[in-house]
Each structure stands twice: as C-alpha cells, then as structure tokens.
C-alpha cells in the first residue's frame, strides 16, 4: 500500500504490530495513495512525518527485526548505535561487529536492510566518504541517501 509522507512515496508493512518493512516508491511508480487503517502503521507514519520535518531524531516504534541472516540482523542492530547527524563507514561497522573483513558484507547487509530511515543505513558511507549503495546503485536511492544525511546534518544540535 502506498502512502505519502512529505514527499515520500512509501510501502509501510506491519507483523504482529511491528514494522517489519518500508519501502521507497519512485513517484512514477504510484497509482494510488491509501489512508492508513492499522495503529502501528498510523504510528510509523507519524513519526516518520516527525523526522522529516526537522522534529523527531530517534524513533520508538517497534520493529520486527526477525528477517534476514543473523550477520545481516547483527548489522541492523548495530546500525541502529549509529547517532543522528553522524556517518560512519561500512569498514566501521565491521569492526564494531568483530567481523574487520566483512565490509563488502556489511554492504550487502544495508542494501537488504528491509526497515530504511528508521534503521538508518543511510549514515553509512563508503572509506572514501563516497556515497554508495542506497537501494542498490539507483539515482533514485542515492538522492534519497544525500537527502536523509542533509536533513540530519542540517538539524544535527
């Protein structure tokens, strides 16, 4: 289901009252846009608005986090230490993983990220400071990537 916060066009699904997926969707790509019905899904929403508009830097909704391999939970755990504002490298969260060597790894971990924004795969950055890798290699990912880190940078107190 489509809904659009600010002007993002997103899939926002829900398990068992968790978030357990959010998904971009390319505005092309939107033929109907839905009123949300589900509490969780209301919440999600809220706090989203919230965050992208300069007034919320961290998220309570809950997450259902029982997807992917243990190595990729590992990296979505650890993504969430990341602090609002700040960027860290693939290679950083290897580290912090105990993994030093499974920064390509750690790579494919944030592409599959199922949970974007608020699982906040977008503060990680390449060793060069590049941007790289936000839904795959798309211009559409990595503006929306450039946009999140603007947006925190620019409210970072």
């Known amino acids: 289901m489509a809904y659009k916060i600010n002007n ?3 899939d926002i699904e829900q398990k068992n009252q968790k978030i357990s997926r959010i998904h971009f969707i390319h505005p092309t790509d939107v033929s109907n846009i839905n009123k949300p ?3 969780i899904i209301i919440q999600c929403l809220i706090e989203l608005h919230e965050f992208l508009s300069y007034n919320r ?8 986090l029982n997807t992917g391999t243990a190595f990729q939970q590992k990296v979505w755990s650890t993504l969430l230490d990341i602090p609002y504002g700040q ?3 693939y290679k950083d969260i290897a580290i912090k993983i105990n993994q030093p060597r499974s920064y390509q ?4 971990a944030c592409k599959k990220n199922p949970i974007p924004i608020i699982i906040p795969c ?3 950055i390449s060793q060069s400071g590049q941007l790289t890798g936000y839904f795959g290699t798309s211009e559409f990912g990595l503006t929306i990537k450039q946009s999140l880190i603007t947006l925190e940078k620019g409210n970072h107190e």
Do not use: I, N, W
């Open 8 to 10: 993002c066009f997103l």
């Open 37 to 39: 019905t589900d509490s």
């Open 57 to 64: 830097k961290q998220f309570t909704v809950p997450l259902d």
């Open 87 to 89: 960027t860290c490298t």
């Open 105 to 108: 790894a750690v790579g494919q």
């Open 122 to 124: 977008h503060r990680v």
